[in-house]
């Protein structure tokens, strides 16, 4: 059997990236370049910088990874993009060098939703055994996707506002930290103890949907009337009261969600899914569940990355999913 290898894009945010495949479980190559700093100081990504930079690095990104892996286009089984969701003039550049390189090598362009790329980086750790559920945590998205086998996505729960990778972000901006906060915030975490009662939200519907923005309402609320009553707030002790209701509502959910659905593999992804206390409350919670297999996403594949979207792209690609060469960016797209 031929390996296959897949050329694999990522441009939706503020992280360019390019990647190699093989068989979907294997990283040959994997570049990534962040543009963090150049967003920092706006608290936020820039649409119009963001593709600036993603066109100004897609090409060096291209030339590194097949050097990085000695290949060249002639091993190249096909080309896999994300086309959506994600900022439209971002996922442009990665759909136009997609297609550019599918047509200019003939090779076949499989278009991948960004969330089914965060998911399939399981497979870099353990293989996805089905029916199988993701809690597909980061900044665009909170979800639980049902996959009843390999490639059909089902979103059994959502979040009704904010994500919670969107929350860590608004509340760290309220606590003067830099963009993005989450890491900073898990950190500062670790180190304080849980002295404000902050609120839970759709704690005992028993149902899998989330709501963020009464936590985040909470946090800016306490900030406010301390600074009217001129008393300060312990930053530190604010971060493990702000992680404990997150992770609660979070691990709660995930317990419903295992309860209500039988699955063979359970997976924690997106950026959100570098959070040591949630991979901390994923490994307690798999004590409740034995026969089924935990996978966490590597902690350097948890946020944005072509690697997994050139496993999700394998998927795909075996799915016998193709793109012509009209194939859009496409900023709302759900699964
Ligand atoms: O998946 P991702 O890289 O981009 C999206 O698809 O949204 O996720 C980025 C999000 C940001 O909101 C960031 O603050 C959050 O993931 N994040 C974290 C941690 N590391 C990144 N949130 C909590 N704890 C972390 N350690
Ligand atoms: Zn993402």
Do not use: C
Request: net charge negative; proline share 3%.
């Amino acid at each position: 059997m031929h390996d296959r290898i897949i050329l694999a894009f990522e441009s939706s945010a503020d992280e360019t990236s390019v990647a190699l495949v093989k068989n979907g479980t294997e990283i040959i190559s994997l570049e990534i370049a962040t543009q963090i700093k150049s967003h920092q100081r706006f608290g936020g990504i820039v649409p119009e910088v963001a593709s600036r930079h993603h066109i100004e690095q897609i090409t060096l990104l291209i030339d590194a990874a097949l050097s990085d892996a000695g290949l060249s286009y002639d091993d190249i089984t096909a080309v896999a993009v994300t086309y959506g969701p994600g900022l439209v003039g971002a996922l442009l550049i990665g759909v136009t060098a997609a297609k550019t390189i599918a047509w200019a090598h003939q090779l076949p362009l499989v278009p991948v939703v960004h969330m089914a790329g965060h998911i399939a980086a399981a497979q870099f750790v353990a293989p996805i055994e089905y029916p199988a559920l993701a809690l597909m945590v980061s900044g665009g998205h909170t979800e639980f996707v049902l996959m009843q086998s390999e490639y059909e996505y089902v979103v059994v729960g959502d979040t009704r506002d904010d994500a919670a990778g969107e929350s860590y972000d608004k509340v760290g901006r309220t606590m003067g930290l830099d963009y993005p906060a989450g890491k900073t915030i898990d950190q500062m975490a670790h180190q304080g103890v849980d002295e404000y009662h902050l609120p839970r939200a759709l704690m005992h519907d028993g149902k899998l949907d989330f709501s963020f923005s009464g936590l985040k309402s909470a946090v800016i609320n306490l900030k406010h009337n301390a600074e009217q009553r001129g008393e300060t707030i312990n930053l530190q002790n604010l971060a493990t009261s702000f992680q404990n209701a997150v992770l609660e509502m979070l691990l709660t959910k995930t317990q419903t969600a295992l309860t209500t659905y039988s699955v063979k593999t359970f997976i924690v992804a997106g950026g959100v899914a570098a959070n040591r206390g949630l991979r901390d409350g994923i490994d307690q919670l798999q004590v409740q569940f034995p026969d089924v297999k935990f996978i966490k996403v590597p902690l350097a594949l948890a946020g944005d990355n072509a690697a997994m979207i050139g496993a999700a792209g394998d998927i795909a690609y075996r799915h016998g999913k193709r793109a012509g060469y009209d194939l859009n960016a496409k900023p709302g797209l759900e699964f």
